[in-house]
């Protein structure tokens, strides 16, 4: 057992049939129960599982509820536990018992070993979900790791576990549309990562179809990362190499007089409008790249120590 006080963020969305299985479950890890609060973020669940938390809330202490007055989505009941979370370390872990709490002293633990504020937690393999699941992931986590310049391990969701200076970080930052397996990446804090089996989901079903799947990756490129931004500032660079090119033939075309009469001009025209157009637009969106890191206002180095 830890001396540290230890928070687990548990989101949960009509999760009745199982939440009081897993709350259970979470309890009895090896970790001391006076310094273990359980905080359930209920995100407007319409099945009665706020209700069912309340319950067990009021007979163990340990655990706390935080009840959204809608549904927020994942991200904002991660967020909400964040907020109401005081422990040294924070883990978060879904509610739908593919996850096992029982690891968590093993992630602590490689904290500790490694000196690092993050541990993330990596599947082995993906057997346990739906085909669409299988199919699209490996290509999702790609472009997260390409978001994060390779910080954001591979398989790795929202089973993590995180320091409070991670947590005061997160907290202080006045991003609204948050992805997790994105924004910690990108803070660069220390971090490690263990590989686990996920297990299969024994009650209730899962709440994210392809729609929801299509939307974490599309809020995952525009909501957190530049990174489009950044390909399309790419491809006005190309196109403004291209039209210089096209304008410089067409003018010494013209010059020596060896082309068609009148396609000199033309070209020459057309293609300095579309090098103008290209540059315009390189222009608009490496200042938007620069807007967009103020307002988001992350953090431009962490401090290892203090001395």
């Known amino acids: 057992m830890s001396s540290a006080k230890l928070s687990v963020v548990v989101p949960a969305y009509n999760e009745r049939e199982g939440i009081e299985d897993f709350i ?3 309890g009895k890890i090896s970790w001391d129960p006076d310094l273990l609060e359980i905080i359930v973020v209920d995100d407007g669940s319409t099945d009665g599982t706020a209700k069912l938390v309340e319950a067990i809330a009021s007979k163990d202490q340990r655990v706390k509820l935080v009840q959204l007055s809608t549904n927020s989505g ?3 009941a991660i967020t909400a536990g964040l907020m ?3 422990g040294d370390w924070v883990v978060t872990i879904d509610s739908d018992g593919q996850d096992d ?3 968590i002293p093993k992630m602590y633990r490689a904290c500790i070993d490694s000196e690092a504020d993050i541990c ?3 599947r082995k393999d993906r057997r346990q979900d739906p085909l669409r699941h299988r199919i699209f992931s490996p290509i999702f986590y790609r472009i997260t790791s390409s978001f994060t ?9 929202d089973f993590r576990l995180i320091s409070k200076r991670v947590v005061g970080v997160l907290n202080s930052l006045p991003e609204v549309n948050r992805v997790y397996r994105i924004l910690i990446p990108s803070l660069g804090f220390k971090s490690t990562s ?5 297990k299969f989901r024994q009650k209730g079903v899962s709440k994210y179809g392809f729609s929801q799947l299509a939307k974490l990756g599309l809020k995952s490129m525009l909501a957190t990362s530049g990174a489009p931004l950044r390909w399309v500032s790419i491809f006005s660079l190309l196109g403004a190499v291209f039209g210089l090119t096209v304008s410089a033939i067409a003018f010494i075309s013209g010059v020596i007089d060896s082309s068609i ?4 001009s033309i070209a020459f025209l057309i293609s300095a409008l579309f090098t103008f157009q290209a540059i315009t637009s390189l222009v608009i969106c490496e200042f938007l790249l620069v807007i967009i890191s103020d307002l988001r206002q992350r953090p431009q180095f962490q401090v290892k120590n203090n001395g």
């Open 24 to 26: 259970r479950s979470v």
């Open 74 to 76: 994942h991200m904002a």
């Open 84 to 86: 109401r979370a005081v």
């Open 101 to 103: 709490p029982t690891l």
């Open 120 to 122: 993330y937690m990596q």
């Open 149 to 157: 310049k390779g910080r954001a391990p591979y398989q790795a969701a």
């Open 194 to 198: 263990l590989e686990y089996e996920r």
């Open 261 to 264: 009469p009148g396609w000199s």
